[in-house]
Nanobody
């Protein structure tokens, strides 16, 4: 597994924006898939958005039109631009990266999580 480091969380008011960034701590070849998950208080972890190395994107319905995922394949970084934030977006956000099918079976690599708090 690779250590992933997340940046950019914090507290904002409803309607505000935040950008989350995730980068591996060391040199590594390209990840097949990079994604953001979140776990809200008292809820299960859920996928927010994912992007493959070829740029195929999957975004959770509840954040479509508000959140955008992007990646830099040269740097192995992935960003999550979050606009029009709502209190229900409050959660700990986790970066996830998968190298290949075998890595997928083991869940890939995870960041330590970063808090996002949206106040009404």
């Amino acid at each position: 597994q690779v250590q992933l480091v997340e940046f950019g969380g914090g507290s904002v008011q409803s309607g505000g924006s935040l950008n989350l960034s995730c980068t591996p701590s060391g040199m590594i070849a390209g990840f097949a898939v990079m994604a953001w998950y979140r776990r809200a208080p008292g809820k299960e972890r859920e996928l927010v958005a994912s992007i493959t190395i070829d740029g195929i994107i999957n975004v959770r319905g509840s954040v479509k039109g508000r959140f955008a995922i992007s990646r830099d394949n040269a740097k192995n970084t992935v960003d999550l631009q979050m606009n029009s934030l709502k209190p229900e977006d409050t959660a700990v956000y986790y970066c996830n990266a998968i190298k290949d099918s075998i890595d997928f079976l083991h869940g890939g690599s995870w960041g330590q999580g970063i808090e996002v708090t949206v106040s009404s």
